[in-house]
């Protein structure tokens, strides 16, 4: 006897890997794209203005439309709930709206390193005249030269992210 998988719920979130031009009917990409509630209520009803609130503009009527998630280069992440595993969740951001600060579902974080030093020692020796009897180098602090790349990243794949919009 089989069962079938309960059907995923408007405002769920599907890893996609098929084409973005071949997207499911009832789901959107989640590119950010700026909705109106009365096309898509039950969508707004779910997730709201989660993913950007920013002021009104000529362009943005809060009272009327919505944003779509934009989860383009983002790697998704649980929200921490209390638990502490998000150290800096004071510093997450609406995503619409970079300058105002947003901690909850719709959230993101710039990238930063985790902080940390790379010290050794290294032994500087008198000039010119090298050692004698021992008493003739010291011992300085230095730092390794930079290396590695543009961003901090775990090893990924990519995947387009779709958002059930209606049922």
């Known amino acids: ?25 009832g789901w959107l990409y989640c590119d950010g794209t700026l909705l109106e509630q009365s096309q ?14 920013p002021a009104p503009s000529d362009n943005y009527d809060p009272n009327t439309q919505f944003f779509l998630p934009d989860f383009r280069g983002y790697f998704l992440r649980g929200v921490d709930g209390g638990t502490g595993r998000d150290p800096d969740s004071t510093s997450r951001i609406d995503m619409q709206a970079p300058s105002n600060q947003y901690s909850g579902v719709g ?13 050794y020692q290294k032994v500087v020796f008198d ?14 602090s230095a730092s390794t030269d930079s ?19 209606e049922n």
């Not at 719920?9 to 996609?16: E, Q, R, T």
């Not at 898509?40 to 609130?53: C, T």
């Not at 959230?107 to 010290?119: A, E, I, K």
């Open 107 to 119: 959230s993101v974080q710039l990238d930063q390193f985790r902080q940390h030093t790379h010290g």
């Open 40 to 53: 898509y209520p039950q969508l707004y009803n779910a997730i709201g203005h989660s993913f950007g609130n």
């Open 147 to 165: 290396t590695g790349g543009n961003e901090t990243r775990p090893i990924n794949a990519y995947v387009f992210y779709i958002i059930l919009a």
């Open 1 to 25: 006897m089989s069962t079938n998988p309960p059907s995923p719920l408007v405002g769920s979130v599907l890893a996609w890997c098929g084409s973005n031009t071949m997207i499911p009917e």
């Open 127 to 140: 000039q010119g005249e090298g050692i004698k009897d021992g008493n003739d180098s010291d011992l300085s």
